[in-house]
Structure formats: C-alpha cells, structure tokens
C-alpha cells in the first residue's frame, strides 16, 4: 500500500491563477481530510469529506473548494490564488467515524506571488 | 480564547531530562485527545492517543489527561536529541467527532 499520496510536492503559483492539490489514498479509507499549516503554526482543516458524494466545510474554507467522486479520490481546488494562501497543505485519511490515527500525505508546498 | 491552545516554545531541555509538554482545550465535549511528532519538513505523525482521565505510559512517553480543567501534557522521559521537534496537540469530538482540532505547536529541543 502506498497510503496516502500528494502531488505536487511544490508549486508556485502567481496571483489569481488556479490549480488542483491532488491527494488518493489506497487505504478505502472513507474519511478524507485537507489541512494547511502556516510557517510555525499547527494545522487548519480547509474540508472534510466522509465518504463519496459527501463533503463539509472546515475552519478556513474560504478560496477553495473540493469534491469527491470516488472513495480514493479528494483533489482541492484553489480558484483565484492569493498570498494569503502561501502555506504547507497536507491531505490525511482516517478508516471511518472515531478519530484514531490520521494517516497523513507527504504535504505540498505551495507558493503564491 | 483558542480552541486548543499550546505554549509555542521553544522549550529547550538537557539531554536526559524530562520534557514537560501542555496543552488546553476550551470546548467540554471534548472526547479523543492526540500527541502529534512533526519533525522539521515532514507530516505529523501519532505518538499517543488519551481518551480518559488518567496517565497513559508508552515507553518515555507519558500522557496526561484532565477533563475537569481542559488540560492535557506530554511528558518524555530521558529526552534523546532525537526528540527534537514539533509537538501538536490535537483534539476531536470539538464541533462534531469527525473532526481533529490542533494546537499552534510546541518547538522542542533537546540540547546534548
């Protein structure tokens, strides 16, 4: 099992251009998780999703969006990019409902100038 | 008030001695509560879930959980300059069990 795979590793991106963090995990893990962590802070849910067809807003769901076709599958969406957006996204799983371990991807480091 | 809240550090320690690591959470339907390793560069990784009140011992590591205050610790025994790093405090059952609720993050170093 490969886990829980991200790409791209890092991106720069300018202002106002638009991109997909792509994120599968091969677990059939139900619950899928995006998070960004800002320079020496701890980790902010952007969404959440618990099974196919079902997504919901996190903490700072503000300039992204997500979908979830399929069980492997929750690619985030970011629209119009923004500096405030410059920060370290990591994609998580867990097996279903009751938090025990997250199973976390390697992370994408994204930039936005 | 933070949801969950830790003292972001730097703790610096000796090598050998114990590291005392503390976090609040300020919702009390709190259920599952996690100690988070993140080494610079990389992702989180689990080293201890608490679930009641209590002290829960695996190895050097040591959690402590205090519903009635909202407080949970870490403590790591005979710190290694290998336990350097970023410890997060997380929390679920916070605004539904789904979700996983974190700290800023404490920076530790271990000093040879």
């Known amino acids: 099992n490969a886990g829980v795979t991200q790409t791209p590793k890092f991106r720069i991106l300018k202002i106002g251009q638009s991109m997909t963090l792509q994120c599968t995990q091969d677990?059939?893990?139900?619950?899928m998780y995006w998070y960004r962590q800002d320079p020496g802070m701890g980790l902010k849910l952007i969404y959440y999703?618990?099974?196919?067809?079902?997504?919901d807003k996190g903490e700072v769901p503000n300039g992204y969006n997500v979908s979830r076709s399929t069980t492997e599958d929750f690619p985030l969406r970011l629209e119009l990019a923004a500096p405030s957006q410059t920060s370290v996204y990591f994609c998580a799983s867990i097996p279903g409902q009751g938090i025990e371990k997250l199973f976390f991807g390697s992370g994408t480091q994204l930039s936005v100038l | 008030q933070k949801e969950v809240e830790q003292n972001s550090g730097p703790l610096s320690v000796p090598e050998g001695a114990i590291a005392s690591l503390n976090c609040t959470y300020s919702d009390r339907v709190s259920q599952s509560f996690f100690w988070y390793r993140q080494y610079s560069g990389k992702s989180p990784e689990l080293i201890m879930s608490i679930y009641s009140n209590g002290d829960k011992e695996d190895g050097r590591f040591t959690a402590q959980l205090n519903k009635a205050s909202q407080y949970v610790s870490l403590l790591i025994r005979d710190s290694q300059p290998s336990d350097s790093a970023t410890y997060l405090c997380?929390?679920?059952?916070?605004?539904?069990?789904?979700?996983?609720?974190f700290g800023q993050g404490t920076r530790l170093t271990i000093n040879p």
């Open positions: 999703s618990v099974g196919a067809g079902i997504t």
């Open positions: 997380a929390v679920s059952g916070y605004q539904g069990a789904q979700k996983l609720v």
């Open positions: 677990m059939n893990h139900n619950y």
